[in-house]
């Protein structure tokens, strides 16, 4: 798998499609980029250059824990930088779950790099705001306080980080945990002050400001409520929704590949939008 450094750090990377427009997806959650690998052939075939990478701190590329700015706005700079090393600016951007609101940062940061947005299970809710910023935050600031960074690697998403990327097992044990826990509290405090919002993370003030095309499917367990999306929808002015032959569970999450069935669907919807702006 190709490799680069970005801002210090090195991002593991593909592209798919060796011609036509290019698009960025974003994967949810601390996953790495295979599972929009499906997508992202399915667009390369309608001639599209889809640019998947896993995200610091994501998937095969390097854990790096510092940074004033909150982690997905680190995460947008990446992959600005990113972008920019293969001349893809300006691009579609658009991912799932972390992925769209991370999409939905990128063009706030980086408007001029953006000719349209794909956002799929836009998150949002009281069930979200309770489980997330503890999924991805508190669990390991309470490990480093109770065992240090030899705990914290100990946990399953650490392991799974070292087991994709062995050397990050070095840069971890050789942190301070004192300022682990800094900068990760740093992070959960940043996090927390937009879980309150209808699509987390993001202001109705800023969802109004969005200017570029953008395609809307809501998701449909407990995470990514369909409320979410509509929310995102009504409040980004000219936005398109479409609506998936599902409905909402009563489950914490539901994987993105139970979604394959639909694949083809996503695709055709993503294209016509894509297509009007070409």
């Known amino acids: 798998m190709p490799e680069t450094s970005i801002r210090g750090v090195t991002i593991h990377y593909q592209i798919i499609g060796d011609s036509g427009p290019w698009v960025a997806l974003i994967t949810g959650g601390r996953r790495g980029h295979q599972e929009l690998l499906p997508i992202a ?24 824990i510092e940074g004033h700015d909150g982690e997905e706005e ?69 490990a480093a306080q109770q065992g240090g960074m030899a ?23 050789a942190m301070d945990p004192k300022l682990y826990i800094e900068v990760m509290t740093g992070w959960l405090a940043r996090f ?22 953008t395609l809307v499917i809501p998701g449909n367990d407990k995470t990514h409520s369909s409320a979410s999306a509509l929310a995102a929808h009504a409040a980004i002015p000219g936005s398109r929704l479409h609506r998936l032959p599902i409905t909402d569970q009563d489950v914490t999450l ?19 939008l894509m297509a009007g702006s070409k």
């Not at 927390?192 to 095309?213: D, F």
């Open 41 to 64: 052939r399915k667009l390369a075939a309608k001639n599209y250059r889809v640019l998947l990478h896993d995200r610091r701190n994501t998937g095969a590329s390097d854990v790096l």
């Open 74 to 142: 680190i995460w947008t700079d990446d992959l600005h930088e990113l972008l920019k090393k293969h001349a893809a600016l300006p691009a579609f951007v658009g991912g799932t779950s972390s992925g769209a609101r991370t999409s939905m940062l990128f063009y706030l940061r980086h408007p001029e790099a953006v000719r349209g947005l794909l956002l799929m299970r836009v998150t949002g809710g009281a069930f979200a705001a309770a489980r997330l910023p503890d999924n991805y935050y508190g669990q390991f600031i309470k």
């Open 151 to 173: 705990a914290v690697c100990a946990t399953e998403q650490y392991q799974e980080r070292i087991a994709a990327n062995p050397s990050n097992r070095e840069r971890l044990m």
């Open 192 to 213: 927390n002050a937009g879980t309150h919002l209808p699509v987390m993370g993001v202001t109705e003030a800023q969802l109004n400001s969005i200017k570029v095309p």
């Open 254 to 272: 539901i994987a993105l590949g139970e979604w394959a069935p639909y694949e083809d669907q996503i695709v055709r919807e993503f294209d016509l």
